[in-house]
């Protein structure tokens, strides 16, 4: 007669049965694991190790383990979607560097790796923004031509225009400064007193190490500004286009210090807090832009301010 006591025996599991409850185990743990302590994600680190090496070991053994292999990288995936919360959770980039063990490579433990995939991730998303913002700028630019040359036909103001951009062109394009404080020159020549190009000028001059000179023409370009917020927006928003973003951040910040109602440096705060990376503080600079441009019925920079908040809010195309 059998042995009824048999059927209360815990059965023998299989290696391939434990695998994939390791990958279940793993995967319902997953969503929760970047709000949880940083013991708890390096604990799911081992757990990854470990499934890792059960495939290594199943599969050399023959072992057919097609499904299985992809939920294991679906997983991956879903913690490279998560990278930066994942390491915020850990403790940051050092911390994770000293619990990251010495003997893998980011190809076999991509997991052990989420410092260098987060700062990847951000790249591109600045990447994209600056692009964006780029865009923006181009379109403004393009309307200024527009009203310049076709609605104020004069021959100077085509003149300095044509050598302005052409001088804005060489930097963001060649960084050749020699080249392009020619081309404002002749920009100077069709329009001595055209504050714009004096503050192009001094910024060239100031990146090619003549300061003193900078200074100079800086100071006529003061002198002949309508109030002291035009100067330094004007430099910062040059900067900002030649990639020189920290400078171009002091400078609005500056403006805004001084001139807390100054829209269009809440806009150009906004642009490089975002190529910066920095997107809470890019959305909270383009909001309060938004807000004084249409308060002060600067209809274009609230279009613009809205148009390139639009892209940094969440959902929205900055995201990885």
């Known amino acids: 007669m059998p042995d009824k006591s048999a059927f209360?025996?815990?059965?023998?599991?299989?290696?391939?049965?434990?695998?994939?409850?390791?990958?279940?185990?793993?995967?319902?743990?997953?969503?929760?694991?970047?709000?949880?302590?940083?013991?708890?994600?390096?604990?799911?680190?081992?757990?990854?190790?470990?499934?890792?090496?059960?495939?290594?070991?199943?599969?050399?053994?023959?072992?057919?383990?097609?499904?299985?292999?992809?939920?294991?990288?679906?997983?991956?995936?879903?913690?490279?979607?998560?990278?930066?919360?994942?390491?915020?959770?850990?403790?940051?980039?050092?911390?994770?560097?000293?619990?990251?063990?010495?003997?893998?490579?980011?190809?076999?433990?991509?997991?052990?790796?989420?410092?260098?995939?987060?700062?990847?991730?951000?790249?591109?998303?600045?990447?994209?923004?600056?692009?964006?913002?780029?865009?923006?700028?181009?379109?403004?630019?393009a309307v200024v031509i527009v009203f310049n040359t076709i609605l104020k036909p004069d021959p100077a103001v085509v003149a300095k225009t044509r050598h302005f951009q052409t001088a804005l062109d060489l930097v963001m394009e060649q960084q050749d400064y020699p080249a392009a404080l020619a081309e404002i020159e002749q920009a100077l020549a069709a329009m001595p007193n055209d504050v714009d190009s004096l503050v192009f000028k001094a910024v060239l001059l100031a990146q090619m190490g003549e300061n003193s000179k900078a200074e100079t023409v800086l100071a006529r370009a003061k002198s002949l500004a309508a109030d002291?917020?035009?100067?330094?927006?004007?430099?910062?928003?040059?900067?900002?286009?030649?990639?020189?973003?920290?400078?171009?951040?002091?400078?609005?910040?500056?403006?805004?210090?001084?001139?807390?109602?100054?829209?269009?440096?809440?806009?150009?705060?906004?642009?490089?807090?975002?190529a910066l990376g920095e997107i809470p503080q890019a959305r909270e600079s383009l909001s309060k832009a938004a807000e004084l441009a249409l308060a002060q019925g600067n209809d274009s920079l609230y279009v613009i301010a809205k148009t390139n908040l639009t892209y940094l809010l969440p959902g929205g195309n900055t995201g990885d």
């Open 228 to 274: 002291d917020t035009i100067v330094p927006i004007a430099q910062a928003r040059l900067l900002q286009q030649m990639g020189k973003t920290g400078e171009a951040l002091s400078l609005a910040e500056g403006v805004i210090a001084a001139h807390p109602d100054s829209a269009e440096a809440w806009y150009l705060a906004g642009q490089a807090h975002a």
């Open 8 to 141: 209360l025996q815990p059965k023998n599991i299989s290696p391939a049965e434990q695998l994939r409850a390791r990958l279940t185990a793993l995967e319902n743990t997953l969503p929760d694991l970047p709000t949880q302590p940083a013991a708890a994600v390096q604990t799911f680190f081992g757990e990854m190790d470990a499934t890792r090496q059960q495939f290594s070991d199943l599969t050399a053994a023959g072992v057919d383990l097609t499904p299985e292999l992809t939920r294991f990288e679906t997983i991956q995936s879903r913690i490279a979607r998560h990278a930066d919360r994942l390491l915020h959770a850990i403790g940051g980039a050092a911390k994770l560097r000293s619990l990251r063990p010495a003997d893998i490579s980011r190809e076999t433990h991509p997991w052990w790796f989420v410092d260098e995939i987060s700062a990847e991730q951000k790249a591109r998303a600045r990447k994209r923004i600056f692009t964006i913002l780029g865009i923006a700028g181009a379109i403004v630019l």
